[in-house]
């Protein structure tokens, strides 16, 4: 299903890159599994060809670098996607969480009570990702929890996740990049 309005800035194709940076273009698709085209997101951030390669890096170390388990990486990309209404994220990490192992029930919790009361790791990381995205306090407590948990290297990991998916959400919603026709909508859980 894609989106009814026009994509406010385009994305970029290949040939219409700098040549000497194509390299970089082709790591990112590579880096992200893809073969024969650009995901819409990062083809739309190839505007900036700094920002795309930059941008990509820090994420290409956040979902695929990080000691988090799959499962609890998309349930924190997918709680940020939710807080912030990026459709595009949510839509295509779904897909993500699933095989990763997530189950549909599970996924159906994100953003409730029940997901954020399950204990430790689950709760009190999906809440500080709830937190974090809207920019609300994070208490003492939860600090301490997620701190006891991760350590330093996995809250400053977890940290810049939400921070980055919230980056790259908020410029896909701003630039009004959609779901291609191929995607299966997923409503938000609210």
Same mark, same amino acid.
């Given at each position: ?8 800035l385009a ?76 459709? $595009? ?5 779904w897909r ?31 809440? $500080? ?62």
């Amino acid at each position: 299903m894609s989106s009814t309005k026009p994509q406010r800035l385009a994305k970029l194709e290949r040939h219409q890159f700098p040549a000497d940076r194509r390299s970089m273009w082709d790591h990112v698709m590579r880096s992200r599994g893809y073969t024969d085209h650009m995901p819409t997101v990062f083809a739309t951030i190839a505007n900036s060809p700094n920002a795309l390669e930059y941008v990509c890096a820090v994420g290409e170390y956040i979902r695929y670098k990080t000691d988090f388990d799959a499962v609890m990486r998309e349930l924190v990309i997918l709680t940020v996607a939710q807080e912030i209404s990026c459709k $595009y994220e949510w839509v295509h990490h779904w897909r993500v969480a699933l095989k990763a192992g997530a189950t549909e029930a599970q996924l159906r919790k994100i953003g409730s009570p029940a997901l954020e009361a399950e204990a430790a790791p689950v709760g009190p990381t999906v809440k $500080y990702a709830r937190l974090v995205a809207n920019n609300l306090p994070v208490d003492d407590a939860l600090f301490a929890t997620i701190m006891k948990h991760y350590g330093p290297t996995g809250f400053t990991d977890l940290t810049m996740m939400i921070g980055y998916y919230g980056s790259l959400g908020r410029f896909i919603n701003v630039t009004g990049v959609g779901l291609d026709s191929t995607d299966v909508d997923v409503p938000f859980n609210r």
